[in-house]
């Protein structure tokens, strides 16, 4: 293959799922270098480690940085273990309390273990950013606040509507996406990916390193935000509507399945492996009859499962869900309750984490929704006696209670 082809097709797979591309003739420049010669580029992320674990919603912007890899970037994957004290206010509302550097410091840890899922450990870097914020300094600090006004800042959506509805904004708030622009600055980047909602911080980063006189200006990549699995809002775990890529491979799976066919091919593309090519037969596949969209979603789980397992696992996975819900057995393993005997089954349900609370649960029985035994319960007022019961909540969720 020449050169040029070679190219094109790195550019179509580092085009793949981004929303929008901010110097593309600088990436393309970088890509022909390193066919040419093998010259490596840097390519940048950061994360500020604000929570422990991460969705797939987080893994689409992983994904861009493995597809760099492959064509000759070098991955700086940056904690913001200083930035991340003071919070990033893009698109909050009010000022986020700052977490503490022992919360840092933990779910930096979580994210350095999940990361390698994903990326080439051989062609990356884990940096944090208080390398070169603390020592920096006041007289540092005042330099870089220098280079950015606050009529500029105020441009920004979130500051200007808080701004306009008289909520606070907090001057620390104002060095956030200063801070996030400098580590380009400091670590020499060519390429910045990050999501849609950081389009301000990401090209602050441009802005930086021209006014600090840097011989490049790097190139943005950013990517949409995930859609979750009801394929309307943004994947997110308070919505309910995530896969946790540590959550159990039978709970991924299900999930997983759960999605509509129509976003299965949104998840392809932003989520497997698999080429452009490839997901465009497949798509053909189903269109024309040859496939069945449910194998085509079920491979699509395997995929996703054996990439932060292995391969056995995401194949138990879908062996107990075909058990369960292909064939409408209980699973093999399910959490285990002793009770005393007049236990409201409401009261029940709540207790052994099938619901919410027990209105949830009446409102789940009212709507069929629950089985004792294998069997629809229809009495909401039913008092459990002395007995051992499998209890199942909507389609998902088992429990086995004993009644003393």
Same mark, same amino acid.
């Given at each position: 293959?020449?050169?040029?082809?070679?190219?094109?097709?790195?550019?179509?797979?580092?085009?793949?799922?981004? =929303?929008?591309?901010?110097?593309?003739?600088?990436?393309?420049?970088?890509? %022909?270098?390193?066919?040419?010669?093998?010259?490596?580029?840097?390519?940048?992320?950061?994360?500020?480690?604000?929570?422990?674990?991460?969705?797939?919603?987080? #893994?689409?912007?992983? =994904?861009?940085?493995?597809?760099?890899?492959?064509?000759?970037? @070098?991955?700086?994957?940056?904690?913001?273990?200083?930035?991340?004290?003071?919070?990033?206010?893009?698109?909050?509302?009010?000022?986020?309390?700052?977490?503490?550097?022992? =919360?840092?410091?933990?779910?930096?840890? #979580?994210?350095?273990?999940?990361?390698?899922?994903?990326?080439?450990?051989?062609?990356?870097? @884990?940096?944090?950013?208080?390398?070169?914020?603390?020592?920096?300094?006041?007289?540092?600090?005042?330099?870089?606040?220098?280079?950015?006004?606050?009529?500029?800042?105020?441009? %920004?959506?979130?500051?200007?509507?808080?701004?306009?509805?008289?909520?606070?904004?907090?001057?620390?708030?104002?060095?956030?996406?200063?801070?996030?622009?400098?580590?380009?600055?400091?670590?020499?980047?060519?390429?910045?990916?990050?999501?849609?909602?950081?389009?301000?911080?990401?090209?602050?980063?441009?802005?930086? =390193? %021209?006014?600090?006189?840097?011989?490049?200006?790097?190139?943005?990549?950013?990517?949409?935000?995930?859609?979750?699995?009801?394929?309307?809002?943004?994947?997110?775990?308070?919505?309910?509507?995530?896969?946790?890529?540590?959550?159990?491979?039978?709970?991924?799976?299900?999930?997983?399945?759960?999605?509509?066919?129509?976003?299965?091919?949104?998840?392809?593309?932003?989520?497997? #492996?698999?080429?452009?090519?490839?997901?465009?037969?497949?798509?053909?596949?189903?269109?024309?009859?040859?496939?069945?969209?449910? @194998?085509?979603?079920?491979?699509?789980?395997?995929?996703?499962?054996?990439?932060?397992?292995?391969?056995?696992?995401?194949?138990?996975?879908?062996?107990?869900?075909?058990?369960?819900?292909?064939?409408?057995?209980?699973?093999?393993?399910?959490?285990?309750?002793?009770?005393?005997?007049?236990?409201?089954?409401?009261?029940?349900?709540?207790?052994?984490?099938?619901?919410?609370?027990?209105?949830?649960?009446?409102?789940?029985?009212?709507?069929?929704?629950?089985?004792?035994?294998?069997?629809?319960?229809?009495?909401?007022?039913?008092?459990?006696?002395?007995?051992?019961?499998? /209890?199942?909540?909507?389609? %998902?969720?088992?429990?086995?209670? /004993? /009644?003393?």
């Amino acid at each position: 293959m020449s050169v040029e082809s070679q190219v094109k097709t790195a550019l179509e797979e580092i085009q793949r799922g981004t =929303q929008e591309i901010i110097g593309l003739e600088y990436i393309e420049k970088l890509v %022909r270098a390193y066919f040419q010669s093998g010259k490596t580029f840097k390519v940048k992320a950061g994360f500020d480690p604000t929570a422990p674990d991460l969705h797939l919603g987080h #893994t689409v912007l992983l =994904q861009r940085l493995a597809t760099f890899q492959k064509y000759g970037g @070098i991955v700086s994957f940056l904690i913001g273990d200083f930035t991340g004290m003071i919070g990033d206010p893009s698109g909050k509302s009010e000022t986020r309390k700052p977490l503490s550097k022992e =919360q840092v410091l933990v779910n930096a840890k #979580t994210y350095e273990e999940q990361v390698y899922k994903v990326l080439d450990s051989s062609k990356m870097e @884990i940096v944090f950013n208080s390398k070169w914020f603390d020592s920096l300094g006041a007289r540092g600090m005042i330099e870089l606040a220098a280079k950015f006004s606050v009529a500029r800042m105020l441009e %920004r959506d979130d500051f200007e509507k808080r701004f306009k509805n008289q909520n606070p904004i907090s001057i620390v708030e104002f060095f956030y996406p200063l801070l996030q622009g400098y580590d380009s600055v400091a670590l020499d980047c060519d390429i910045e990916c990050g999501g849609m909602d950081q389009k301000f911080n990401l090209l602050m980063g441009r802005h930086l =390193q %021209r006014a600090y006189g840097a011989s490049k200006e790097q190139s943005v990549v950013m990517v949409p935000l995930l859609e979750g699995l009801d394929g309307v809002n943004k994947m997110s775990k308070s919505l309910g509507n995530y896969v946790g890529i540590t959550q159990e491979p039978k709970e991924m799976f299900g999930r997983l399945l759960s999605i509509s066919d129509t976003l299965m091919w949104r998840y392809y593309e932003l989520l497997s #492996t698999k080429s452009l090519a490839e997901i465009a037969a497949l798509k053909k596949g189903v269109e024309n009859g040859n496939l069945h969209p449910k @194998i085509v979603k079920e491979n699509l789980a395997l995929e996703i499962i054996a990439r932060y397992y292995d391969i056995q696992s995401a194949n138990e996975a879908k062996a107990e869900f075909d058990r369960v819900f292909s064939k409408d057995e209980a699973p093999s393993e399910m959490p285990t309750f002793e009770k005393k005997a007049g236990i409201w089954i409401a009261q029940l349900m709540s207790e052994c984490g099938l619901c919410a609370s027990n209105s949830e649960a009446l409102r789940l029985i009212k709507q069929g929704g629950v089985k004792i035994n294998g069997e629809k319960l229809e009495d909401s007022k039913w008092n459990l006696q002395a007995g051992e019961y499998v /209890i199942q909540a909507g389609k %998902r969720k088992f429990a086995r209670a /004993i /009644i003393k």
